[in-house]
């Protein structure tokens, strides 16, 4: 068991999700780590105040009878179940505790929806993670996958490559070689002390010079220089394929699939409050990708497209932004940046999804 982990907040010149939600500190100590397959998870067995994770790296999780989900018994312990995968929204950073994320709000009597979610996955990775865990379930009823971000944020960070045939992912380095963890730009941030976490905020050129030395890697002689339209129109094309391939699970798994687009700012109508707004513009100050990744015409691409493979697979396709537009929702924090929930907005989100899908029952 690892000991508890309590990053320290910097001081000086804090981004405002540290102030708001200063219980954001937690998951900044919580790294990455290498595993076969799905190219890494969180790591295993962290323990904070607000995020604690199991021996798989996954969020730990208590069914609606409180009792702790333990995923290697939840064959015996619960025989009937629903899956929630997804990257970081689903795996649920912001939540104030393991007790306030979207899959929580999801548990019926006996049935508990199990949260498979982690943190920078891709459509491909969340895939992965499934057909790798599913072994210890014996009767999954539905899967739902609320995901998007990621794949359009991958396709707009500079330096990232989406290799033919294969796709992209997050952490690429990390990914390829464990002992380059430690060269993450969270963990180098807020682990060197309030000197680069200083000069990280204030400088542009200290940013751009530590992401290009922290970040590179040999690269395999591919092509960097390609435009996010390029890597946009190549990342959707990856998603297709793994709807393709749910469609394919979904009719001799027994299972229904539900396939979300995740809410973000910038892709739903929400006008936002002063707080929203603020963290918002503080990210896209520190990494101007946001501001292309949470377009309206990227979120119209990928939603177009991702809509139409739903429909030729048959697999249904709900967009939560949709969802979140029917209502203004003035005054409400729902975002603590640009996709991820405050414990109000995991609340509205998971009321959404427990209302609007077609959720198979036995």
Not at 76 to 101: E, I, K, Q
Not at 166 to 185: M, V
Not at 189 to 217: H, I, K, N, P
Not at 312 to 319: A, C, L, S
Request: aromatic content about 10%; glycine content about 8%.
């Amino acid at each position: 068991m690892r000991p508890t982990i309590n990053p320290p907040v910097p001081a000086g010149n804090v981004h405002p999700r540290l102030r708001y939600y200063p219980h954001h500190a937690d998951y900044l100590g919580l790294e990455p780590e290498f595993r076969p397959f799905v190219m890494f998870t969180d790591q295993p067995d962290y323990r904070s105040p607000s995020v604690n994770t199991d021996t798989f790296g996954l969020r730990e999780q208590y069914d609606a009878e409180g009792e702790f989900i333990d995923l290697k018994r939840v064959r015996v312990t619960h025989p009937r179940c629903n899956v929630l995968l997804g990257g970081s929204t689903v795996f649920g950073v912001d939540a104030t505790s393991d007790r306030a994320t979207l899959s929580q709000h999801l548990h019926r009597a006996r049935t508990p929806c199990i949260n498979l979610g982690f943190r920078a996955a891709t459509g491909q990775q969340e895939l992965i993670m499934f057909l790798l865990l599913k072994r210890y379930f014996d009767r999954v009823l539905n899967v739902v996958l609320l995901t998007g971000v990621n794949d359009c944020a991958l396709a707009a960070r500079p330096g990232t490559r989406i290799y033919p045939g294969f796709g992209g992912t997050f952490y690429e380095g990390a990914a390829l070689s464990p002992a380059r963890q430690q060269e993450l730009l969270g963990v180098a941030r807020y682990r060197t002390g309030q000197l680069v976490d200083r000069a990280f905020v204030g400088s542009r050129v200290v940013r751009g010079v530590l992401q290009l030395f922290l970040g590179r890697d040999s690269g395999g002689g591919h092509r960097t220089r390609v435009s996010f339209e390029e890597k946009l129109d190549e990342s959707m094309g990856f998603v297709e394929n793994t709807i393709h391939t749910w469609a394919s699970i979904q009719s001799s798994g027994g299972f229904r699939v539900h396939f979300v687009l995740q809410p973000a700012i910038g892709w739903t109508k929400k006008p936002l409050t002063a707080i929203e707004r603020e963290c918002f513009d503080a990210d896209v100050a520190l990494f101007p990708e946001t501001s292309v990744f949470s377009s309206v015409s990227t979120y119209e691409k990928c939603r177009n497209r991702l809509a139409a493979s739903c429909e030729r697979n048959e697999i249904e396709f709900h967009d939560a932004n949709e969802w979140l537009d029917e209502a203004p929702h003035v005054g409400e924090e729902i975002f603590t940046d640009v996709c991820h929930l405050s414990d109000g907005g995991a609340r509205l989100v998971s009321g959404f999804l427990r209302d609007r899908l077609n959720w198979r029952e036995s």
